[in-house]
């Protein structure tokens, strides 16, 4: 009697988790879709009236006084959904949903240099969190309702479901992460994903033709690319903390972004930079096809890193394909591996040192570019990660384990 009142129970569970896991991945992956589809139609709104731009100061101004009077429980960002996870009284408020979708858009009809990830991963975790009282679960369920919405967002928003899954897992810190999230969390990011599909959304496709063999030599400079990409992405994290320290000294939220919009507006007139601003894919593809130019990536990186400090909506994670894939092609110049392979590494290495989340990245390189690519991302990713600094550009991330860096051991020789 126990014995069948106990399968009684489990099946009970695997319908109920199965009906959430469809439920919640389906509307994600569908909002998702229509995020895409809007994002798409700004862009091209702002590249066939590029005097748009000068509106940016206004656009940000509205963005940041909306946030500051009518969401500042919603500001953090991927970082909220974090800290909801480790802090039960943290709540996922479910404005962060439709402010981050409308802030996103209107950054990038504005001009921004801004991504999709982090707008697709929180209104993931918003359009989640919900559930966890509708269904009355306790608190260890609310955060596997939590990673899904991530994974959900993650995968439907890249087309790439299993490193959608490990981001999920890995952001939240692993060592804290209860097995049973694990299936929840791939399940969520395969559904999400073929549902976006199923919205006509066309994710972009990279190809790596020539790989090298896996020599001493091959290996050598993927070693010392690995670091570059590395040190790159610490510039990244420093940037953003400059601009941060330097923006906040001004009491009135609502007007950084607005004197911020004034100087992006400026550098992109000034010095053409049309190419800098928005999610910049047509310059990730070119980055794979011929060298990129010397200075793309540092351009890509600062109007980015200024973006988002001053309080534009948006991810980081394609502005940080872009400034690896651009940075790796042109090492081209100096570097004796295949172009393609070199975009291809930069693209997912300075992704990985700029996010610690070292297993997901290498993952996500082998569903974009193949297995046969992932042996050259793996090391590149790996050096880069131990390369880049201890912070990762999600502030509340609860590391997993105490991480060694290159660039901390090195400032701590130069005190002796």
Sequence with gaps: MSYNRTIQQLLLSIAKWSFICILISSIIGSVTAIFLHSLDWVTFL???HTWIIYLLPMIGFIIVYIYHFYGAEANKGNNQLIESYHQAQTVIPFKMAPLVFIGTLLTHLGGGSAGREGTAVQMGGAIAAPFAKWF?????????IIIMGVSAGFAAVFGTPLA?????????????????????????????????????????????NTIPDISFKNISWSLGAGCIFGLTALLYSLSNQFFENLFKKINYKPLIPFIGGILIATIVVFFNAQKYIGLGIPEIMNAFRSPAGHYDFIFKLLLT???????????????????GATLGSA??????????????????????????????SIVLGIELFGLKVGTFIGIASIVAYFCSGTNSIYNAKIKSGPKFSLYTYLKNISKL
Excluded at 136 to 144: A, N, Y
Excluded at 305 to 323: A, C, D, H, M, R
Aim: net charge neutral; proline share 4%.
């Design 46 to 48: 702002r590249e066939k």
């Design 136 to 144: 009355q679960l306790d608190q260890e369920e609310r955060k596997t």
């Design 164 to 208: 959608g899954a490990i981001f999920a897992l890995e952001i939240m810190g692993l060592r804290y992460i209860r097995w049973q999230s694990i299936l929840p969390s791939i399940f969520a990011a395969y559904i999400a994903h073929f549902i976006c599909l199923q919205w006509n959304i066309q994710h972009s496709f990279y190809i790596v």
């Design 305 to 323: 890193s200024l973006t988002l400090s001053l309080g534009f909506k948006g991810g980081e994670v394609t502005p940080l394909f872009f400034v």
């Design 331 to 360: 090492m081209y110049f100096f570097v004796p591996l295949p172009l393609a392979l070199l975009a291809a590494m930069g693209l997912v290495a300075v992704f990985a040192g700029a996010t610690d989340c070292i297993i997901a």
